[in-house]
């Protein structure tokens, strides 16, 4: 596996880590807010911070997603297999 294949490796793994966590922050959110008043109701990220929110937080703020073109899809291609 070259070096740039297991920088691509890891990153899915953390995205796929970071997912499950933010799946699980959801699930313990929604059960502490079912079982008090609405008064003391909290966010996710109020009530179990993760050190992803502010990464995720800084692409909210860029804007919403940007689709490719065919033409920026083939300078990524190529950019991957020079790299590899």
């Given amino acids: 596996m070259a070096p740039c ?3 691509f490796y890891m990153e899915g793994y953390r995205q796929r880590e970071e997912e499950a966590w ?3 922050r959801t699930i313990y959110t929604l059960m502490y807010n079912i079982n008090v008043d609405k008064h003391h109701q909290m966010s996710p990220a109020e009530l ?3 050190p992803c929110d502010e ?3 800084k692409h909210r703020e860029a804007g919403k997603a940007k689709y490719l073109t065919d033409e920026e899809r083939e ?4 950019l991957y ?3 590899c």
């Fill in 22 to 24: 933010l799946r699980t």
């Fill in 55 to 57: 990464r995720n937080e």
């Fill in 5 to 7: 294949e297991w920088a």
């Fill in 81 to 83: 297999k020079a790299r």
């Fill in 48 to 50: 179990m911070p993760l």
């Fill in 75 to 78: 300078k990524i291609i190529a």
